[in-house]
């Protein structure tokens, strides 16, 4: 695996591995790996020649009180593991190569980025945004994966990649992979490490709560009250507050009051301590 800390150096990288017609996947990180990232890469090497892992903390996605300084980073060991599932390219710019002297550029995706996280984080989604589309200028993958985790991020990409036809017709370039789960249901997630071993003990009764309200929804209740219930009992279970939990379109995100025909999607994100979690599922007959 080669790593590469310029933009000039990664370009050179590019060319090479394109030379023969190879195809190439993206898969953006921000480090701090776990088996959800590597399941990613292996996503990846199914259905690509060659794998680019970028791993770059944006701190254009973190708010004024939130933990930029403090977000996990272990540079060796992500690398080595990266190398260790054979990713090609390890693209890793300090943020001065990501965002030179004078950089002035916003990406902003109406729509699905409000409500939700875009209500909780103001901001974050511009910052996502913005990175994953110069993510996508510098490697010009054919493909790029992330996790179902983070729904509402993906739900952002995937309409920036159609409105500014980051992607060719017809083909699902941006490939969302299902979330995967610690033994107990735990969607994994980096910032699982800050739980103290109480608080990781009564995480877990987020996603047994979240599968409760989706047989009640699924069973005819009244959505509203589902919620509510399901709010009520996160709350219960050990969290200090639940910043949203909403059923929501899979594709728009808007909200729904009644589960119909269309995909539809659990939403939540709440907070146990200092730590915020967000999560989600799949509801209704369509539910993959």
């Known amino acids: 695996m080669q790593t590469v800390t310029s933009l000039d150096m990664l370009r ?148 920036m990649a159609r409105d500014l036809d980051l992607t060719r017709p017809h083909v699902d370039a941006i490939i969302g992979v299902p979330t995967v789960r610690e033994a107990d249901g735990l969607a994994m997630s980096s910032r699982n490490r800050y739980l103290s071993p109480g608080q990781r003990t009564a995480a877990a009764a987020l996603p047994r709560a979240m599968r409760e309200a989706i047989a009640g929804i699924e069973g005819g209740a009244q959505v509203a009250g589902v919620l509510l219930q399901l709010e009520a009992g996160i709350i219960a279970a050990g969290f200090s507050s639940v910043d949203y939990a909403a059923l929501a379109d899979a594709r728009s995100l808007a909200p729904l009051a009644a589960l119909g025909p269309e995909p539809a999607r659990l939403l939540v994100a709440a907070r146990i301590g200092d730590t915020r979690l967000i999560d989600n599922m799949p509801v209704g007959p369509a539910r993959r």
């Not at 996605?61 to 272990?74: H, S």
């Open 12 to 159: 050179t990288a590019l060319a090479g591995l394109r030379a023969d017609g190879a195809r190439i996947a993206l898969v953006p990180t921000m480090g701090a790996l776990h088996e959800g990232h590597l399941t990613l890469v292996r996503r990846a090497r199914a259905e690509a020649d060659h794998v680019v892992a970028s791993i770059f903390v944006n701190p254009r996605q973190f708010g004024p009180n939130e933990d930029l300084d403090a977000y996990p980073r272990q540079p060796a060991a992500d690398a080595a593991m990266l190398e260790a599932e054979g990713v090609s390219l390890l693209w890793t710019p300090g943020p001065e190569a990501m965002y030179p002297a004078g950089f002035a550029t916003t990406v902003s995706v109406a729509g699905v980025s409000e409500g939700l996280c875009g209500a909780a984080r103001p901001g974050h989604f511009d910052g996502v945004a913005t990175v994953v589309l110069k993510l996508f200028n510098q490697v010009a993958p054919d493909m790029a994966f992330f996790g179902e985790k983070d729904f509402q991020q993906l739900a952002v990409i995937r309409t």
